[in-house]
Nanobody
Framework: QVNLVESGGGLVEVGGSLRLSCTAS???????MGWYRQAPGKQRESVAL???????RYADSVKGRFTISRDSARKTLYLQMNNLKPDDTAVYYC?????WGQGTVVTVSS
């Protein structure tokens, strides 16, 4: 069993920033991890991936605004979110293999 705990969500105004964290109960070096989000009434979508070899991939909607990073020593995955927009409002989840965190809520007010 792998536990993933997200934190850092909250209420922010348009144009603001937040940094999400996801701490794993195991070492995840060598494994791909990702951030996903699910807005009300919509399907869960991939936001950003950090692959085992250091590559990063982003959804078109967040490119240039979001940055994914990982600290293997701290067993923590991060998502820096800048210039937030109302469409970024969602529950954000981190994922490692088939395991998901419980989610953290991000609300962007206009």
């Amino acid at each position: 069993q792998v536990n993933l705990v997200e934190s850092g969500g909250g209420l922010v105004e348009v144009g603001g920033s937040l940094r999400l964290s996801c701490t794993a109960s195991i070492q995840f070096a060598g494994r791909t991890m990702g951030w996903y989000r699910q807005a009300p009434g919509k399907q869960r979508e991939s936001v950003a991936l950090a692959t085992a070899n250091g590559d990063t991939r982003y959804a078109d909607s967040v490119k240039g605004r979001f940055t994914i990073s990982r600290d293997s020593a701290r067993k923590t995955l991060y998502l820096q979110m800048n210039n937030l927009k109302p469409d970024d409002t969602a529950v954000y989840y981190c994922r490692l293999d088939r395991f998901w965190g419980q989610g953290t809520v991000v609300t962007v007010s206009s």
